[in-house]
């Protein structure tokens, strides 16, 4: 193939294919090319994908009979664990059932293969519906570079020239890294583990025990003993008919500990609350991938350079403040906002950096770097050991006294937090740690 | 606490692998798509880390405390490119054709 593409996309994944969707509506030619054997066959999530651009994407999916989200987020728990109990915040409101829905589980190896349905749509419907392609098992070995500009592809044998490169290889960034946008050798620095399992049950079960009906789901985080005391924390989501229920581990901190993931997910899943949520359950599927943290510091050195642009978490495009585990959000809309810059090349005929640069104030501009620079105190507060040792099993010895009654003179709660507090923290910790965390969160 | 049914029981490693979807399965040989230089490992590296850390087990220590590496469980997932500080680890993706690597059916 020696014609000359507007775009070429490297990665099907969400950032890829979002990207894919919007240059196709604007009937830009591109080529996507994918390793995996279909799009999500080579992706792992936790995984929720949080508020509403899919809707700008693919608009009314909740009315798709075949969308391949699992379940829509109407019931959020936040739980604080020590090594016998489980103290949680739980939060169920009816306006999480009004579509747009602001989240949905999802399991990347079909919900991606969907939305790849969605992008071959997209480019049918467009005027150059013969010259756009999606390809997969292609792997791109690396990019092509002429006077200091990306202009293409190598895969195997072939290459593949266009005006602009967009990455979205995900978190193992090689591509990113050839072209000097980040550093050769990355260090575990800001980076994570994540591990996890997909236990069926049968939708009954499933909906019974989790109180659930209809498309209704939960996300549920942890804090504490989860991780038996390595920095990090867990997540159990409810799918249509499993859960996914994993961890997400501190690299440094796991290299310290000399402790295993796998390990600490069966630890996880034997923690009484947990145990009981998964009991008669079939483990389907083992996973792991690499997590960004939201660490600015482990982000690229610069999102766009000469004739490419970099998305989703290729940029490292992950954030977890507390509130929720961002990625997947920040990976479409970052993919819609390097295609739209493209759009503006491809328009004006002009694919200089100048051009370029507008992804970078684009990308600024928009909620997600807007959050990613908000929320780095917060990353620091809650990677902070006190988090996920003293402050759970403060948390949960305070529950255990507050909700017993044994039949004898009572303590207040203000003493009961006053007495608990004392075992754990020191009265200026705690006031260091409050004071830290009002303010970043 | 029961911990009768398969879903708290802990699991090997072994079996969690087992439920992994790998390709090219059927090919006598697998193009690696990891080199590592175990000799590394095994003379100056102070904390072997990814005998531990890798989710997949692909790094094994032997009896007398000697790094292995072995690609074919390896479920992509890059935690060795990371982990290891001491340039011991050369991490690329496999290739479709001769490599191995996943096929996720949840993911």
Known sequence: MDERFDCIIVGGGIAGLSAAI??????????????????????????????RDLATLVPNYWEDEDAAFERYVAHRRLTFMDDGAAFSLDFKSNHFDEAPYSGVTVLRSRFDAWLAGKAQEAIDASSVADESLIATDVLVRELIVEDGKVCGIRAGEDAFYADSVILAEGVNNLLTRQVGLQTEYVPATGLAVGVKE????????????????????????????????????????????????????????????????????????????????????????????????????????????????????????????????????????????????????????DFSTAIFTHYRTALDASYVMQDLRGFQDAVKVLHSPEMFTAVPRLVCDFGREFFTVDNRPTKKAWQILRDVRKEHLSYWDLVKLGAKASRAL | MSNADASVRPLTIAERLGKVAYRNQGRSAATPHIVVDTAICNSTCPHQCTTYMCPANCYTLDDVGKVHFQFEDCIECGTCMYACDQGAVAWSYPDPETGRGVNWNAG
């Open chain 1, 22 to 51: 919007t240059l196709a509506r604007a009937n830009v030619r591109f080529l996507l090319v994918e390793r995996g054997e279909w799009s999500g066959a080579k992706n792992v999530s936790g995984g929720v994908l949080w508020g």
């Open chain 1, 198 to 349: 997909v236990i069926r049950f049968d939708a009954k079960v499933l909906e019974d025990r989790f109180q659930l009906s209809g498309r209704r789901g939960m996300s549920n985080e942890f804090v504490g003993y989860a991780t038996d005391g390595v920095e990090g924390g867990g997540f159990l989501y409810t799918n249509r008919d499993s859960v996914s229920v994993g961890l997400v581990l501190g690299m440094e901190d796991l290299r310290r500990s000399r402790k295993k993931p796998y390990d600490l997910l069966n630890g996880f899943k034997q923690h009484p609350v947990v145990a009981d949520a998964l009991r008669g359950g079939e483990v389907l599927e083992y996973s792991a991938k690499v997590v960004s943290t939201g660490d600015l510091r482990a982000m690229p050195k610069e999102v766009y350079g000469e004739g490419v642009l970099v998305a989703g978490e290729a940029a490292n495009l992950v954030l977890n403040a507390g509130r929720a585990i961002q990625g997947m959000d920040f990976a479409m809309r970052s993919g819609m906002l390097a295609a739209e810059t493209v759009i503006e090349a491809v328009r004006a005929k």
